[in-house]
Nanobody
Framework: QVELVQSGGGLVQPGGSLRLSCETS????????IGWYRQTPGKQRDLVAF???????TIEDSVRGRFAISRDHPKNTAYLQMDSLKPEDTAVYYC?????????WGNGTQVTVSS
């Protein structure tokens, strides 16, 4: 059974930083494409950053230069580093691991950017 367990959300002031973690179990992180998504109430879940298993990375325009995706294979953990946070980054953030037809979602973590 594959599980993705997220951690690292919380409340931060504008301009601050957070790092979200997504630990995989039941599947090797190295074999998964990893996506980070975010969702606000009443809206669809949007892709923020994506990294293929071989390291090709795509960052959505509104966060490019502020967010970065990375992974630590020995720890089976993927990260989303978020810097220069803005109030509009407030959302529930989800990680998604995928390989072929299979996809697995994390439990979600709230990020609130407010003074």
């Amino acid at each position: 059974q594959v599980e993705l367990v997220q951690s690292g959300g919380g409340l931060v002031q504008p301009g601050g930083s957070l790092r979200l973690s997504c630990e995989t179990s039941g599947a090797m992180l190295a074999l998964l494409d990893i996506g980070w998504y975010r969702q606000t109430p009443g809206k669809q879940r949007d892709l923020v950053a994506f990294q293929t298993e071989d390291g090709k990375t795509t960052i959505e325009d509104s966060v490019r230069g502020r967010f970065a995706i990375s992974r630590d294979h020995p720890k089976n953990t993927a990260y989303l580093q978020m810097d220069s946070l803005k109030p509009e980054d407030t959302a529930v953030y989800y990680c998604r691991g995928s390989r072929g037809q299979w996809e697995y979602w994390g439990n979600g973590t709230q990020v609130t950017v407010s003074s």
